[in-house]
């Protein structure tokens, strides 16, 4: 991420940053400190997914201001359809110096994951109270088909609707008849020489053993996969996406 991130930005022009930090503390959860320095790096809005509690300590951070609050820990964001009570936010609606609005959406889906509310009617309610015209859905999904149907449901309503959760980037970016940009999976930014970030040789034993072992992050071929979105402020529709896959 340092050493591509900040040349996107500047080249491309980017105007809002959205990372997913789901596994950015050493493949399992973030920290305070490590979303301290993706944002010094110039996240605007971070999301995560079903390892957003692996890191205890997180927790205190995201709880540390109060829901209306600016500050950097009410931009770190947990799945929105997470049950009443669970710590933390589901969406962060903010404003860029340029005076653009913009919201961003964390939800998690059903399908082969750990059991939450339904984020197809819990983006449904969020889009109710959201008053800006930009807004990027991440879907923490397993299943494919589940990402494409929500970005089906939410077409011409959202800017974007983007996976993540299986770290694999897909071929299937387009923007979709009513204006909203897709992709099933952006993808992974960390190791691939390793089998979705972990060591090849820890996964392969796993396979063939069948026997619980210790995962750790691997160190070969960083690349950072990214997608690119361009759309119209003022209504909020998109009009173009593209893959961005940058190695070292």
Not at 68 to 86: F, H, M, W
Not at 102 to 107: D, K, M, R
Not at 144 to 161: H, M, N, P
Request: hydrophobic residues 40%.
């Amino acid at each position: 991420m340092r050493e591509h991130l900040t040349h996107v930005i500047a080249e491309r022009k980017v105007d809002l940053v959205v990372i997913n930090a789901e596994n950015a503390a050493g493949g399992f959860g973030v920290t305070p400190a490590i979303a301290e320095d993706l944002f010094d790096l110039g996240a605007h809005v971070l999301t995560t997914g079903n390892h957003v509690w692996d890191k205890r300590e997180i927790i205190e951070y995201m709880q540390s201001v109060p829901e209306e609050s600016d500050e950097r820990p009410r931009k770190l964001i947990r799945p929105a359809n997470y049950v009443a009570g669970t710590p933390g936010h589901g969406f962060y609606e903010g404003e860029l110096p340029s005076g653009q609005t913009y919201a961003v959406i964390n939800l998690q889906g059903r399908v082969f994951m750990a059991q939450s509310d339904d984020p197809f009617r819990t983006a449904d309610a969020l889009l109710k109270k959201i008053k800006a015209k930009v807004i990027l859905v991440d879907i923490h999904a397993e299943a494919t088909s589940e990402k494409a149907a929500l970005g089906w449901y939410l077409d011409g309503r959202v800017t974007a609707v983007l996976g993540t959760h299986t770290h694999v980037p897909t071929a299937d970016d387009r923007v979709l008849p009513g204006g909203t940009a897709y992709q099933t999976d952006v993808g992974m930014s960390g190791p691939y020489d390793s089998v979705i970030g972990v060591e090849k040789e820890m996964v392969l034993q796993r396979f063939l053993s069948n026997m619980p072992g210790k995962f750790e992050a691997a160190k070969g071929d960083p690349r950072m996969a990214a997608t690119l979105i361009e759309c119209d402020g003022k209504t909020g529709r998109a009009h173009s996406i593209q893959r961005l896959l940058l190695g070292e």
